[in-house]
C-alpha cells in the first residue's frame, strides 16, 4: 500500500509539475486547470484507501475536478455545433454507463454516481466545444481519455470485478492529466 501511493504521489506530482513548466500559472485558464490537476491528485490519494468512506472523497474531488475542468473549457470558448455534435454520443455512452452500472451500486451511492456519470459527460461536451472554438485539441483527447480511464475505476470499485483494470486505467488517467497539463499552456485557450 505504501509503495502505491508513494507511486500515485510521484506520478501526480508529475502532472502538476508539467503543468506549472507549460505555464499554466500565467492565465486564467491554466490556472484552472491546475485547480482541477490538484483536486485530481487529492483523488488520486483518496482511492488509495480501500473503504467506501475513501472512495466517495475520492469520487467528490473528482467530480470538483470535473467541475473545474468544464470551468477551464468554458473559458477557452464553446461552439454550439460542435457541442450538439458531441453530446448525441457521449449522452449515448452516459446512459449505457449508468444502466450497466445500476444493478451494482450500492443505494447510498447512486445519486453520487449518477452526478459524476453526468459531470465528466459534460466535461467531454464542454471539452469539443470549445475545440471547436479554437482551444488545443489535447483537452479533447485528455478528456476522453479521463472517460473511459474512470470506467476502469468503476469496474474495480463498483462492479469489483477480478480483473486487472488499472492496467489500462491508469496510464489513460496519466496520460489525460498530461493532456490537459499541456493544453495549460495554449495561447489560443486563453
Not at 490556472?31 to 484507501?49: N, P, Y
Not at 458531441?86 to 449522452?91: D, H, L, M
Amino acid at each position: 500500500m505504501q509503495a502505491a501511493a508513494s507511486a500515485k504521489f510521484f506520478a501526480s506530482a508529475g502532472f502538476l509539475a508539467t503543468a506549472i513548466s507549460a505555464g499554466a500559472l500565467r492565465h486564467r485558464f491554466g490556472r484552472i486547470v491546475f485547480a482541477g490537476l490538484l483536486l485530481s491528485m487529492s483523488g488520486d490519494m483518496f482511492l488509495i484507501g480501500p473503504s467506501r468512506q475513501h472512495f466517495v472523497f475520492g469520487l467528490f474531488s473528482f467530480l470538483l475536478a470535473h467541475v473545474a475542468y468544464i470551468t477551464a473549457f468554458v473559458t477557452a470558448g464553446q461552439d454550439p455545433k460542435w457541442a450538439g455534435f458531441a453530446a448525441i454520443p457521449v449522452v449515448a455512452v452516459a446512459v449505457i454507463v449508468l444502466v450497466w452500472l445500476q444493478p451494482h451500486v450500492p443505494e447510498n451511492l447512486a445519486m453520487p454516481v449518477d452526478a459524476y456519470v453526468i459531470v465528466i459527460s459534460l466535461m467531454v461536451i464542454t471539452a469539443f466545444s470549445a475545440r471547436g472554438a479554437g482551444a488545443s485539441g489535447l483537452i479533447v483527447a485528455g478528456a476522453l481519455m479521463f472517460f473511459v480511464s474512470d470506467l476502469s475505476v468503476a469496474m474495480q470499485r463498483i462492479i469489483e470485478t477480478d480483473f486487472p483494470t488499472f492496467v489500462w486505467g491508469l496510464p489513460l488517467y496519466y496520460a489525460a492529466q498530461l493532456c490537459f497539463a499541456l493544453a495549460a499552456s495554449h495561447s489560443s485557450s486563453q
